[in-house]
């Protein structure tokens, strides 16, 4: 018997079936959608109203507050407008003469009568009170040192005879003789940080009130 030639039956490969893209998301339904979109719209209602009533009250407390100032500014006038005349007319000195300890007094007065409000208007607080903070601070903080200074023999030291003189120092006694009055005050009283900060401070305002532009202050 012979070979049969006849192939044999190959098994055809089936491809795997075509899958269906991935479904769509799950889509809130309308309803919802809507609902989300009211309790954001109830939110920002709620915010704006807060914010509102919020401001509401700080402008009912600003109004307030400007009305028990002008009758604090009528209060106040007649000592203002007397103080303002004589800070013009007078300057600070190291000494403090009986008329700077007056000057510091009508200072405290009319700045304790400012004080009653705590929204006053920036113009009632006029430049004055730079003035007003030289002369307080040599009549307070300062009054110490000096006396120490005055009863000590460095009294005799000349840049401290200099600036105890009365009346204003001038510029080129204040430039040539600041560093020194500085040191004396270090080595001689009872001084701390915040004393000799606070020192600096007045030294530079009045420089700039007698227009001192060339004295330095480290």
């Not at 103080?83 to 200072?107: H, N, Q, Y």
């Amino acid at each position: 018997m012979g070979i049969s030639k006849t192939r044999p039956k190959q098994k055809l490969l089936q491809a795997p079936p075509i899958l269906d893209p991935d479904p769509a998301p799950f889509a809130p339904n309308s309803s919802e959608t809507r609902t989300g979109k009211y309790f954001i719209y109830a939110f920002i209602i709620l915010s704006i109203f807060i914010n509102g009533a919020s401001n509401y009250a700080w402008f009912s407390t600003f109004y307030e507050c400007s009305k028990a100032e002008e009758i604090v500014q009528r209060m106040c006038a007649p000592k203002l407008e007397r103080l303002e005349l004589l800070i013009e007319s007078t300057v600070p000195e190291f000494a403090m003469t009986p008329i700077g300890r007056d000057m510091a007094r009508k200072c405290a007065e009319v700045e304790e009568c400012l004080g009653a409000v705590q929204c006053s208007q920036p113009e009632l607080r006029s430049d004055f009170l730079q003035k007003c903070s030289i002369f307080q601070f040599f009549h307070t903080e300062f009054a110490t040192c000096r006396d120490v200074l005055q009863k000590s023999s460095k009294i005799r030291e000349n840049c401290v005879k200099k600036l105890f003189a009365t009346g204003p120092i001038s510029c080129d006694v204040l430039n040539e003789h600041l560093e020194c009055y500085r040191t004396k005050i270090e080595e001689n009283c009872d001084t701390d940080a915040v004393f000799m900060y606070h020192f600096d401070i007045h030294m530079y305002n009045y420089a700039q009130i007698m227009n001192c532009t060339e004295v330095e202050l480290d």
